[in-house]
């Protein structure tokens, strides 16, 4: 096995994607090879110490910018689609509340309408058949 | 009651139905890590920020594209990888190269700054920085997201066995650069 092999099979190790019989393969090698041995112990120090960085500050107004995210975002094609169906639906509800409104309010017209029409004929008719006949004795 | 957070899977499909707040719990779940994949690769924390913002902002308007068996992680940082990508051909600073065998993990001609303080971990940062592009964003991945190969893979669109080359050859050219301060 040449150097490369074994720097290769490190990288797998400190990724914990080395089989365990290459593992073992590996060790005995590094028993035996101050080179690569050398490069495992500085490979595993760089690798340690990666885990220890610390991050860069999060920029604070990146979250006021996706605040929108919390308030509803009209670029989402699920809001989109909403909001076209949601327009039409309230013109809808509207019209059709007019619509019902008129039809109710015709109705009641019709329907009251007649009788104190016809009562007040009746009650002119009565009267005009009142002035009209001579009172009998 | 349970109170188990949800998982990266169901509030993705939450997402997909529409749920806005879904998608809030996954920005706060992964923002830190995005951002800080993006000022890694490129550097610059405006242009980190543009480039986080836009991922965040493609988890909302193209989440229907996340298809079932692909973490939302591994998508995301295909996302975030692609807008990193787009800056650096946007302002000339290195392609992505494809990957090589015979590519140096990075440029030997650039060593590592003299300007560098004597903590380790500010070595390792810069040098870090100093790894080509392509290297730069694997090793990242694994060392910093704790991804998998097979998630690296799918969010840099290449083969595992890829992702093994670029890990190894990241982390011999670390160590050739930071050999000295060992």
């Known amino acids: ?137 | 009651m349970d109170n188990t957070p949800a998982t990266d899977e169901t509030l993705t499909i939450q997402l997909k139905n529409g749920d806005l707040h879904a998608g809030s719990v996954l920005y706060n779940r992964h923002k830190k890590a995005v951002y800080s994949f993006c000022l890694r690769m490129l550097r610059d924390p405006t242009s980190a920020q543009d480039a986080a913002q836009e991922t965040f902002l493609k988890m909302i308007s193209k989440i229907q594209s996340v298809q079932q068996g692909t973490t939302l992680k591994s998508w995301l940082f295909s996302v975030a990888r692609n807008e990193v990508l787009m800056v650096l051909r946007r302002n000339k600073i290195v392609p992505m190269e494809p990957l090589d065998d015979e590519v140096e993990a990075y440029d030997p001609a650039t060593p590592l700054s003299v300007s560098m303080d004597s903590e380790l971990r500010e070595k390792i940062s810069h040098a870090i920085a100093q790894l080509k592009p392509a290297y730069r964003e694997a090793y990242l991945l694994r060392e910093t997201e704790g991804m998998s190969y097979e998630e690296i893979a799918s969010a840099t669109g290449t083969t595992v066995s890829a992702v093994k080359t670029k890990l190894f050859k990241s982390r011999t050219a670390l160590h050739a650069m930071l050999k000295p301060y060992l």
């Open chain 1, 1 to 137: 096995m040449n150097h490369e092999n074994i720097q290769q099979q490190i990288s797998q190790f400190m990724d914990n994607e080395l089989p365990k019989e290459q593992q073992r393969e590996l060790f005995m090698h590094l028993a035996e090879c101050e080179e690569c041995r050398e490069f495992f112990v500085e490979s595993k120090r760089i690798h340690d110490a990666v885990h220890t960085l610390v991050d860069e500050p999060f920029p604070a107004d990146m979250d006021r910018k996706f605040s929108v995210l919390r308030l509803g975002n009209a670029d989402h094609p699920y809001v989109a689609q909403k909001m076209l169906v949601s327009i039409p639906s309230a013109l809808l509800t509207v019209i059709a509340a007019f619509l019902i409104g008129f039809s109710l309010l015709f109705s009641f017209q019709t329907l009251s309408g007649p009788e104190p029409d016809r009562f007040q004929q009746t009650f002119n008719d009565h009267q005009f058949f009142n002035s009209q006949v001579p009172l009998r004795n």
